[in-house]
């Protein structure tokens, strides 16, 4: 496994843009398939997008297909998700995970996780 730090979060109004890190440590960072989930209040924790261990390969969903990318740099370690043209429904704690095959969809097949960091879009 490994161990994954947050970083980013915060409050910004609609339309705007923030940049989410995610620092790893513990084990060779580019043998993992990274992904960043959300969960908003009362509703399950949800897919957003993923990225192949050497960065050759996404995926998103759909809900924010052309408006947030992901990206790594392996040799700080460290994955990216920047933002753009947000919206009061993107409002949610946002989570890195690790899993070492596929760019999974699904919360169970990720096996590592950070502790989520806050955004909140106001309108």
């Known amino acids: 496994q490994v161990q994954l730090v947050e970083s980013g979060g915060g409050l910004v109004q609609a339309g705007g843009s923030l940049r989410l890190s995610c620092a790893a440590s513990g084990r060779t960072f580019s043998n993992y398939v990274m992904g960043w989930f959300r969960q908003a209040p009362g509703k399950e924790r949800e897919f957003v997008t993923a990225?192949?261990?050497?960065?050759?390969?996404?995926a998103y969903a759909d809900s924010v297909k052309g408006r947030f990318t992901i990206s790594r740099d392996n040799a700080k370690n460290t994955v990216y998700l920047q933002t753009n043209s947000l919206k009061v429904e993107d409002t949610a704690v946002y989570y890195c995970?690790?899993?070492?095959?596929?760019?999974?969809?699904?919360?169970?097949?990720?096996?590592?996780w950070g502790q989520g960091t806050q955004v909140t879009v106001s309108s």
């Open positions: 990225i192949s261990g050497s960065g050759g390969a996404t």
């Open positions: 995970a690790a899993r070492r095959y596929g760019l999974g969809r699904s919360v169970s097949g990720y096996d590592s």
